[in-house]
Every structure is written in structure tokens, then in C-alpha cells.
């Protein structure tokens, strides 16, 4: 299970249930609550708590220039469908499949391609590593699954159950941020320093993010060095295994 509490705020999250069964995101509070919650047609909650949020912002939308929040996505999801199956290709002789992922599966997946298209290609440095790392986690690339997958980047997938059974629910998008923090992590050379290893390459990272996204300087310094917060918080859980306080 990837969850690990914090303790931190979150927001609560207000779910309609359609007439399938399924469920459509309607609007995110930031109230110090994780729940996801049902609302009736005129959007009061009815009392039915379905699950939890992994991390308060999973299914607000961004905007990637000035590092803010904005509105909830429209995101319809089932509680017996919190899975996702598709391919990538690794490399230009590739193509990678997987099928019925939760989260955990999927992250593991991430891993794994990575490792062996390291494995392929055989750099003689870290640096090389890093590289590939950079190469298939770029926009579109195979490790970026909000898109690769050729699905929503907000379909939800399951990171997790509670105490009393509900489902943990987390995003796509947020899976491809936490999949770069775990491969980060895994190439990370014995002799480096975890967290000077980490905001050397972070540097690197946010500094990519505020080119592509013509940035105003957002979110500098540590830990998420220029990266929006909503991908940001990701990396640093996949790379520490808990989120940042």
C-alpha cells in the first residue's frame, strides 16, 4: 500500500453518483480532510463516505505558470474499475504493456522499464542514467503515464484501502510524478548524500518545468525547486516515501 499519513491539510473531495454506479468529481474543499464524499443533486452531502484522497490536490486542476490551483476536473471513476491497462514503448523496439494496475502495480511497472532500458543502453555513469531517466519521462515519453497510457491524466486509480476497507484513490498524473522520484531514488549513487542528491537533480528538474511552462519563478528552492506543487509533492513521496511536511 503506498499510503503513508502525514497528518498534513488536505481537502475533502464531493463525488455525484450517476445512475451506472459510477462516480463524477464535483468540486474539492481545502478543509483538512481526505474523505471523498457523495453530494445529491443540489450538491449537499448525503452522509455516504466512499474512500480517500491520497493527497489533498489529486483531482484539482494547475496552472503551470504561476504555480496555482484552480478548479476540480470532471473526473468519473468506478469503485470496481480502479485500474488502468495500456502500453508504452520504452524505446523505439519496445512496446510494454500492462493490464488491471492499481497504483502499486503501475509504480513497480515504472521501475521496472526503467531498469531495463538502463540495462539496454548500459551508461558508463550516473549521469548517463539520469539521461534515460530524463528521456522517458519526458512530455508523451513512456514513464509519463498521464499521457502514455492514452488516458485522462486525472483517471483515478487506487493507491490503497483504509481502515475500514474503503478505497485510497490517486491519479494517473500523480503516478508518473511518483514514478520519477522512486527511479531517482534507485539510481542514486551510494557515495551521494540522499537530500543533496536530491535537490542537485531537483535543480535540475524545476528548472525544466519553469522553461517548458514559462514560469514566474514559483515554489524555489527546497523541496520542490521550481516544480509545481501538484507534481512536485509526488516526486518527493516516490523518492522519500512520505510526503513533505
Known amino acids: 500500500m503506498l499510503i503513508d499519513p502525514t497528518g498534513m491539510e ?26 471523498i464524499y457523495v453530494v445529491d443533486s443540489k450538491g449537499k452531502r448525503t452522509g455516504e463516505v466512499i474512500g480517500r484522497t491520497m493527497r489533498d490536490t489529486d483531482f484539482m ?72 531517466l530524463r528521456d522517458m519521462s519526458a512530455n508523451g515519453a513512456a514513464l509519463d503515464f498521464k499521457i502514455s497510457l492514452g488516458k485522462d491524466k486525472y483517471t483515478a486509480i487506487r493507491a490503497g484501502t483504509t481502515s475500514d476497507g474503503k478505497p485510497i484513490i490517486t491519479t494517473l498524473r500523480a503516478m508518473g510524478n511518483m514514478t520519477f522520484g522512486a527511479n531517482m531514488r534507485n539510481i542514486k549513487p551510494i557515495m551521494l548524500g540522499v537530500n543533496w542528491y536530491y ?31 501538484y507534481s512536485g509533492s509526488y516526486i518527493y513521496y516516490g523518492y522519500f516515501r512520505k510526503f513533505y511536511k
Do not use: C
Open 199 to 229: 535537490s542537485r537533480v531537483m535543480g535540475k528538474v524545476g528548472e525544466y518545468n519553469q522553461r517548458q511552462n514559462r514560469g514566474n519563478g514559483y515554489n524555489n528552492g527546497y523541496p520542490y525547486f521550481g516544480e509545481h506543487t
Open 61 to 132: 486542476l494547475t496552472n503551470d505558470s504561476d504555480g496555482t490551483f484552480s478548479e476540480h476536473s470532471e473526473t468519473t471513476f468506478r469503485l470496481d474499475g480502479l485500474t488502468v491497462s495500456g502500453s508504452v514503448k520504452p524505446n523505439e523496439h519496445t512496446t510494454a504493456s500492462i493490464y488491471g494496475a492499481d497504483a502499486q502495480k503501475l509504480l513497480d511497472w515504472g521501475q521496472q522499464l526503467f531498469k531495463d532500458e538502463v540495462k539496454r543502453q548500459s551508461p558508463v555513469t550516473f549521469y548517463g542514467k539520469l539521461e534515460i
Open 10 to 35: 488536505a481537502t475533502s473531495t464531493d463525488v455525484r453518483k450517476n445512475k451506472d454506479g459510477s462516480y463524477t468529481v464535483m468540486g474539492a474543499y481545502n478543509d483538512g480532510d481526505t474523505n
